[in-house]
């Protein structure tokens, strides 16, 4: 598997995770999404699936379960952003993030196959 993109997924999700914890523009845009209360588990969530997606270059099964979860998550974050009717180019990234986390969860499942 291409570790370039798992190691840029990894990064974003870290950079995303720590943004979503401190930041008071994700703050509002939690409020926005009606996910106030959730906000900082879905930022640790997001840190530690980037995390895991790094440490799958050691550990294989860390890899599965970091793609799986991350693939999860960014498929709500693309309804959610759906549901509050965002523009088309704002819900392009979790889309992108969750189709990315899919192709890396099914290329590891594949090479153990």
């Known amino acids: 598997m291409n570790q370039i993109i798992v190691f840029a997924s990894g990064v974003v999700f870290i950079f995303y995770g720590l943004l979503c914890l401190i930041t008071n523009h994700m703050k509002v845009e939690f409020e926005r999404y009606q996910l106030a209360r959730?906000?900082?588990?879905?930022g640790v969530l997001e840190l530690l699936g980037g995390i895991g997606?790094?440490?799958?270059?050691?550990?294989?099964?860390?890899?599965?379960?970091?793609?799986?979860?991350?693939?999860?998550?960014?498929?709500?974050?693309?309804l959610i952003r759906i549901k509050t009717k965002d523009p088309v180019w704002e819900i392009i990234p979790a889309f992108s993030l969750m189709l990315l986390n899919c192709y890396i969860l099914?290329?590891?499942?594949?090479?153990?196959?």
């Open 53 to 78: 997606l790094l440490g799958g270059f050691y550990y294989p099964f860390l890899l599965i379960i970091a793609s799986a979860g991350l693939t999860l998550l960014m498929l709500l974050g693309t």
């Open 106 to 113: 099914s290329r590891v499942i594949y090479s153990i196959i």
């Open 38 to 42: 959730f906000r900082r588990t879905i």
